[in-house]
């Protein structure tokens, strides 16, 4: 098995793990254009547990986001990508606007999104709470976005 899973098989994967005693962190995001920002998150997703998992959204979830423009890369690409870092365990994408039910899903020990949230602000607060999953709020790299590479190429 690869690093890009589906959804059935990280639950297994994450079952079957967390019975022997190894950990899981989770995040979720675009990652259209990556860069360094991307990258340093990434680094500290994983170094919060043994083993990370990327929820990647497909390229149907970033248009709802995103709008009719993105993404620049598709999502077999982005997730190829994604699994060339060392820091990054597993791949798995989601249809929906929101990681919350394949989150509910997953129950990880650790979920970790920018800290530009805060619990309160937090669109899978309920689940985290209801379900025990740790959260960790991580610092954004200044300056350096998807956007921002964007707008540097348009202008």
């Known amino acids: 098995m690869g690093k890009i899973v589906t959804q059935e098989e990280i639950e297994r994967i994450v079952r079957e793990g967390q019975v022997q005693g190894k950990t899981y962190s989770a995040t979720n995001g675009c990652f259209d254009i990556l860069h360094v920002g991307h990258v340093r998150y990434l680094q500290k997703t994983k170094s919060l547990a043994d083993y990370s ?10 248009k ?3 709008g009719d423009s993105r993404p620049i890369n598709n999502e077999n690409d982005r997730a190829e990508i994604l699994t060339a870092l060392s820091c990054v365990d597993y ?10 039910e394949l989150l509910e899903k997953i129950k990880p020990d650790i979920y970790t999104k920018g800290a530009d949230y805060t619990l309160e602000t937090l669109p899978e607060r309920d689940i985290v709470k209801r379900a025990g999953i740790k959260v960790e ?3 954004f790299v200044q300056g350096k976005s998807t956007t921002n590479i964007i ?3 348009n202008s």
């Not at 998992?53 to 970033?62: A, E, G, T």
């Not at 791949?91 to 919350?100: C, D, G, R, T, Y």
């Open 53 to 62: 998992i990327v929820m990647l959204n497909s390229d149907s979830s970033v």
């Open 151 to 153: 707008n540097k190429i």
């Open 91 to 100: 791949v798995v994408l989601f249809k929906e606007k929101s990681p919350a």
């Open 137 to 139: 709020f991580i610092e």
């Open 64 to 66: 709802l986001i995103k």
